[in-house]
Structure formats: C-alpha cells, structure tokens
C-alpha cells in the first residue's frame, strides 16, 4: 500500500479553538510543524471578508495565544510558540497606522505655533510704539531694595537696645537670662551629629579631623570621609575653620559669666551679671561664616577678614559676597550695626504698638532679633514661632505701611 511522504513523517495534530473579532468561533486542526503564517491564512479562509491572493489581507491580522496574551510570531511553527492542544487563538486585525496630515492641516498647525510663539524685539516695539516712555532707573530700583535690609537691621539694633533695658528693669531679669542662656546651650548650628562623627573615627580618622571634615560637608559622611583623604597630606587639615576659635578659648570665655554668677545682694552686683549674660549671649550669637564660602573666598586671593566681612553683609551668599568684594563694598560692616533713628516716625511707630510693647519684655523676643541680626536666614524659624511671631509681623506691617507712604 502506498503512504504519502509527508503523513509519515507530519507532526502530532492539534484542535485549535480559533475566535475572530466578529464573534466567529470555530474549530481549526494543524500540526505542530505548521507554521504560524499558514494557520492565520487558512483561519482567514474560513471567514474572509475579502480576497486572500491580497498579501497585505494576511499581514493586516495577527493571532494572539489568549492565556498568555502573546502575539504569535508569522515566521515561527506551533511548537516554536508552545502551542497546545485545545488551546484558544484570538484572530485580530492589526490597528491601521494613522494617515500622514495633508499639507493643509500641516500649514494649520505651524500656524499655530506662530501664533503661540513669544513675540519678538520688533514685534513688541510696533506694538508698544505709541505708548508713553518712562525712563525706569535701574539703580534707584535697587538701592530701594538695599535700604529696605538696611533699615531692616537698623530697626532691630535699635530694638535690641530698648529690650535689654526694659528687660533689665524686672527684678527677675538675671534668671531669665540665665535661663536664655542656656537655650543658647541648645543651639544645634553649635553641635556636631554624633553617629555620624562616631562612624568617621571608628574607621579611624582623629576626632578633630572628622568633626572638621563633617562641619564642611554638612555632616554628610561620605562626602566627610572623601574630603579626609584628598587633604590627608595637607599641612593645615587641623586648622581650625576660619572663625572659630580654639576650644580652650571658648571654655576659657564662658568660664568669666560663670563666675559673676554667684548671689548678687546689689543692685549693682546684679546689673554686673546681667551685663555679663548679655556679653555671652552675644558671643554665641556672634555670626558664622560658611566655611566653604571663606575658604573658596580666600583662595581667590582675599584676606580672610575682609571675606568673612562681606559674608557678614551679604548673609552668607557667596557669589553676592564676591560681587561685594569686587566692587564699591556697600554697605560697609560698621553700617550694619548702626540704628534706627530713635526720633524717626518709623521707630516712634514700632515702640506705640502694643504687641511690639509686650514682646519686648520677653527674653525670647530678644534672642530672636539677636539671631535675625547676625543670621538673617534664620528669619523664618522666628516668624513662625508662637511667641515671637506676632511682633515680627507688627513690625513688618508697619515697616510696609511707612514705607509705601
């Protein structure tokens, strides 16, 4: 008897359960080896809309294996994509590609970009050139801006002054203060982050040396342990940081207030120690130049006195800083400590208010414009505060109120 060739050696025969996207379901049987484009041509056969000698009829449709979602492959066989036996194959059309815009609707659409584009120079100057010119001084702009933070600092100088000496007048001024002082003591600018400076030594680095490299990378301890070994062999590593002072020294400053401190039966023994208290509140509150800024400053060929005065006057920034010190160095620092006239409507007004009155007996109030005065960032901390933010606001709202006027 004679057997075809190709059904000895024809592969296992699978019934596929074939559905189209028109709700069509049918049973399609093929062997493994039958490729996937064949069996997407015979299932189109079986419900073809149109005529299959068209290629493009083929290549508009896909089979999609429906358990797993896969879209199955014209050049590969059944078995290549794992097909089986009873398994469910989704006939879909291919989503056409959406049509090339005409040349009209291109020119619709640059157009309209034209029109949402910024006008230019020339476009501006025809629209404007009726109008009116005014000669805007750009100068005068911005010493209105400097003369606002000057008289900003001068009112708080002033009023630093008025709150030490109303203060001073309440007979429990000397334990207030002390009690100020030691929130100074609380300060977290002072401190270093503990776990972080334990991590650096533990790996070794000397103590001074990580409390140093952590200060100037904002105790970030990767960068921290970087800086270390790029300046291990550099001779001035255990130089203190421009304006700090040796800790002997700080010891030795706050060791003097410590002594006045003892039971005071005077009046004049009393003042003595207030004025002490009020000598070291200033020291703590004395300001800090940012280390990178004075070190970059320097390097560029400053001394270090006249860097970490122009931080001073520009509240640490260091490009205004530069700009300070490359040009006319206004306002100078002995500015910035000067008052406000104290026969000025401005203060007059300040001093009237009630709230501002109130506050000016409380030592908070006080520490708080000794820490805006030489920490200007710091302001908003101070606004925000439930004591002292209602005076700040007073003040301000008076400041804006004059000086509109």
């Known amino acids: 008897m004679f057997v075809q060739e190709e059904k000895i050696f024809a592969g296992k025969v699978l019934r596929l359960h074939i559905c189209a996207s028109d709700g069509a379901e049918w049973l399609e049987e093929a062997t493994e080896d039958t490729s996937v484009e064949k069996l997407k041509e015979r299932c189109l056969k079986h419900c073809a809309h149109g005529s299959l000698e068209d290629p493009k009829n083929i290549t508009h449709h896909k089979l999609i294996h429906a358990a797993s979602e896969r879209v199955l492959s014209d050049a590969r066989t059944i078995l290549e994509e794992n097909i089986q036996d009873q398994d469910v194959l989704l006939l879909i059309k291919k989503r056409a590609p959406s049509p090339l815009p005409k ?155 410590e002594a006045a401190a003892g039971a005071s039966t005077t009046d004049e023994e009393a003042r003595d120690e207030l004025t002490e208290i009020f000598k070291k509140i200033r020291r703590k509150r004395e300001f800090r130049a940012d280390a990178r800024a004075v070190i970059s400053l320097m390097e560029m060929g400053f001394d270090e006195k006249e860097v970490i005065d122009a931080l001073r006057v520009n509240n640490n920034q260091q490009n205004a800083a530069c700009e300070w010190l490359l040009g006319d160095r206004k306002p100078s620092p002995e500015e910035l400590d000067k008052g406000i006239d104290p026969d000025s409507p401005l203060f007059q007004a300040i001093l009237d208010n009630p709230v501002v009155q109130l506050g000016l007996t409380n030592p908070k109030t006080l520490l708080a414009f000794e820490d805006m005065l030489e920490n200007p960032l710091n302001s908003t901390q101070w606004m925000n505060d439930p004591e002292t933010g209602p005076v700040m606001l007073q003040i301000s709202r008076i400041f804006q109120t004059l000086n509109r006027t």
């Open 103 to 257: 040349m009209a609707e291109v020119s619709a659409e640059e157009k309209k970009k034209q029109d949402q584009k910024a006008p230019d120079k020339e476009a501006i100057l025809r629209a404007t050139a009726n109008l009116p010119s005014y000669n805007m001084d750009r100068a005068a702009v911005q010493t209105n801006m400097r003369d606002f933070q000057t008289e900003l600092r001068k009112i708080l100088v002033s009023l630093i002054e008025v709150a030490q000496k109303l203060l001073a007048l309440n007979p429990d001024a000397v334990e207030l203060f002390k009690k100020a002082n030691a929130m100074l003591d609380e300060d977290e600018d002072e401190r270093v982050d503990e776990a972080a400076l334990r991590q650096l030594t533990e790996m070794g680095f000397p103590e001074n040396r990580a409390t140093k490299a952590l200060q100037l990378n904002h105790m970030s301890v990767p960068q921290a342990m970087e800086w270390l070994i790029e300046h291990a062999e550099d001779p001035t590593i255990d130089t203190p940081l421009p304006g700090q002072a040796p800790p002997g020294a700080e010891g030795a400053a706050a060791a003097a207030p």
